[in-house]
C-alpha cells in the first residue's frame, strides 16, 4: 500500500485541551483517527507523527522521505518562521500539502504569512480534521496526474489514455461514486467508459443537462446539489452533486463526469486536478490528430 506521512509541530500534542473554541473537541488520537479512516477508504497507509521539536520534524522527514510517496504537514506556528523546515520539504521533493485546523488567514497577522506554502502543492486551513483530508486529496490528485502522463506516454491508444483516467480517478477518491468519460460524436455526447452503476444516459445532446451544458460553454461546471439545478438528467436518486470538465484542445474532444453521493463534494482543488488531467488528454489528442 501506498504511504503517506502526516506530520503535526508543535503543541499540537495538546490538541482537544489546547483552545478549544479555535482548535476544536478533537484530542490528536481522535484526529488521527478520522484521518486513518479516511486514508483506508483512498488505499492510504498512513504514517503519522508529531514534535515540539523543529529538528526531530525535519529527521523525520529525512527519514521517511523515500519509503513515502507524499505528505499532509500541520507544522502550527513552523509554518510562519521556519526557513529550516522549509528548506527540508524542498530537498525531498515529495509532494506535499500544507493544511491547519484553524483559519489562519483570519486570525493574528502573523499567522498570515506562511513560509512553507510556495513548496507546497496548497495550503488548506479552517476545515479542522477534515483539512488534512483534502490535503490528503490534493496529495492524491498530483500523484494521479503523474500516473495517467506515464499512462498517456506509454500508449498510442486514445481509449487506453482514457481508461487509465477513469480508472485511476475511482480508486483514489472515495467519494467520486461515478466516474465516466463522454466523447463527442457530432451533436452528442456518447458514453465511452465508467466505473459505477450503469447509466441510461449513454447519449446526451450538447446542450442538454449538465453534461450536455459543460461542453457548449466549454468550461467546467460544478454543481453541489443537483435536485437544486432544472438541467441534472436524474439517473440515480442517490446521487448528490457532480463535475462535469471538458476535453479541450484545438477542439473538445469530450467530458470528464464525475457523480458523488456526498453534497458538495467537488471543490477547487478537484476542479484543479481534473482539469490539469483532461489538459494532459487534450495535448495527447491534439498530437494524434
Ligand atoms: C495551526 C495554526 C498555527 O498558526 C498555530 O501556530 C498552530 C496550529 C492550525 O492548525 O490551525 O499551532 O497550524
Given at each position: 500500500m501506498r504511504r503517506i506521512l502526516f506530520l503535526h509541530g508543535p503543541n499540537l500534542n495538546l490538541l482537544g485541551e489546547r483552545e478549544p473554541e479555535i482548535y476544536g473537541h478533537l484530542t490528536l488520537q481522535q484526529v488521527n483517527e478520522k484521518i486513518a479512516a479516511f486514508a483506508a477508504k483512498c488505499k492510504i497507509e498512513p504514517l503519522f507523527f508529531q514534535s515540539n521539536h523543529e529538528g526531530q520534524i525535519i529527521d523525520f522527514i529525512h527519514t521517511h522521505r523515500r519509503e513515502a510517496v507524499g505528505m499532509v504537514i500541520n507544522a502550527g506556528a513552523f509554518t510562519h518562521y521556519s526557513y529550516a523546515l522549509r528548506d527540508a520539504l524542498e530537498s525531498v521533493q515529495l509532494p506535499v500539502a500544507e493544511v491547519h485546523l484553524s483559519d489562519i488567514h483570519r486570525r493574528e497577522t502573523f499567522r498570515q504569512i506562511s513560509v512553507i506554502r510556495d513548496v507546497c502543492l496548497a495550503q488548506i486551513s479552517g476545515l479542522g480534521a477534515e483539512s488534512y483530508c483534502r490535503g490528503l486529496e490534493v496529495v492524491l490528485g498530483f500523484l494521479g496526474r503523474k500516473e495517467l502522463q506515464q499512462a498517456i506516454n506509454e500508449t498510442a491508444n486514445a481509449d487506453e489514455a482514457y481508461r487509465a483516467c477513469v480508472k485511476i480517478l475511482k480508486r483514489d477518491f472515495p467519494k467520486y461514486n461515478w466516474v465516466g468519460i463522454y466523447l463527442v460524436e457530432g451533436n452528442e455526447l456518447v458514453v465511452h467508459n465508467y466505473i459505477g452503476a450503469p447509466t441510461p444516459h449513454t447519449r446526451i445532446p450538447i446542450g442538454q443537462g449538465i453534461c450536455g451544458a459543460a461542453v457548449a460553454e466549454e468550461e467546467t461546471i460544478i454543481v453541489a446539489d443537483v435536485n437544486a439545478d432544472p438541467r441534472y438528467l436524474a439517473?440515480?436518486?442517490?446521487?448528490?452533486s457532480e463535475i462535469v470538465v471538458p476535453i479541450q484542445?484545438?477542439?473538445?474532444?469530450g467530458e470528464i463526469d464525475i457523480d458523488s453521493?456526498?453534497?458538495?463534494?467537488?471543490?477547487e482543488h478537484d476542479q484543479n486536478m481534473l482539469e490539469n488531467m483532461a489538459k494532459d488528454l487534450a495535448e495527447f489528442l491534439d498530437a494524434a490528430e
Open positions: 439517473c440515480s436518486l442517490e446521487t448528490k484542445g484545438r477542439r473538445i474532444y453521493h456526498t453534497p458538495n463534494a467537488f471543490h
